[in-house]
């Protein structure tokens, strides 16, 4: 299954900004329509799989960009194949962080649609960000393309855009840019543990209000199965600022943390 909040890199979120209700309407839209029109048009539904995740991180990191030390985080994630043996599904799901020394916290609210085409993968849709009490909301849509090499190599490519406006009637949505590319690999080392490492690059135009190389990373994660559907992981990883992230004044970071997720 498909889970979109891996830690610190695709758990949604952009920069802090006042957007309007335009954002809103518009990640609304998307959305509902993602939930609606396919088993509307008389798409077969098949039974669902589900998610959930509790987390414990040193801090929350989204994309290389610290947001606040010590997050609690709570993660749900709904995977709904929209007609059996094909492998096209739309993936919904939400995620809540509030950082224990930062009075910055998030929910957020996701759907994408995933389309299998030969080995690859192919995914897009948008997330709608609330940020309780600063009485803003923001959002971003983009699309990712995954491919597993000869079933030893995970490779997938992000772009996102996000889209930033201000509270003041008739104000202009702009629109920031981010693209990412990561390979992963995961292996067993015993019939309960696992080990799976992860690494990428990113690159951003006018993302983070600067343009360039913005970010590269690395997680090593050692999944533990207590049970067949839950499983504790911590993990250790880290992010080095590149020439983007540095003119922003962000600095290389060290992330750890641990979950405990339930699969049903």
């Known amino acids: 299954m498909h889970v979109i909040s891996r830690k610190g890199q695709e758990r949604m979120r952009v920069p802090a900004s006042r957007s309007s209700k335009k954002v809103a309407s518009l990640l609304g839209c998307l959305i509902f329509a993602g ?18 995740e509790l987390g414990f991180d040193n801090q929350y ?14 993660d749900v994630e709904f995977l709904f194949p929209l007609s059996t043996g094909s492998g096209l599904a739309l993936d919904v799901g939400a995620w809540y962080v509030d950082p224990v020394t930062n009075s910055y916290n998030e929910f957020g609210v996701y759907t994408y ?36 090499l000869m079933d030893y190599l995970d490779l997938e490519l992000d772009w996102w855009s996000d889209i930033k406006g201000d509270s003041a009637p008739g104000d202009e949505l702009r629109f920031g840019h981010y693209t990412e590319f ?22 951003g135009i006018d993302y983070y209000g600067v343009n360039g190389w913005n970010h590269a990373f690395g997680f090593i994660d050692f999944p533990i199965g207590i049970s067949e559907t839950i499983t504790l992981t911590p993990y250790v990883g880290g992010t080095l600022a590149l020439e983007g992230l540095e003119d922003a004044g962000e600095n290389d970071q060290f992330l750890t943390g641990i979950s405990l997720s339930v699969e049903f």
């Not at 990191?61 to 709570?74: D, E, H, L, Q, T």
């Open 35 to 52: 939930a609606t029109a396919l088993p509307a048009a008389g798409v077969e539904e098949v039974p669902f799989e589900g998610f959930a």
């Open 182 to 203: 990561s390979a992963s690999k995961s292996l067993e080392l015993r019939n309960w543990l696992g080990v799976s490492i992860e690494a990428g690059i990113s690159y």
């Open 113 to 148: 649609l995933v389309i299998p085409v030969a080995d690859f993968e192919f995914s897009a849709g948008g997330i709608f960000f609330v940020f309780p009490g600063e009485d803003s909301v923001t959002g971003e849509f983009g699309a990712a393309i995954s491919y597993s």
């Open 61 to 74: 990191n989204f994309r290389g960009v610290k947001a606040g030390n010590w997050a609690p985080s709570i």
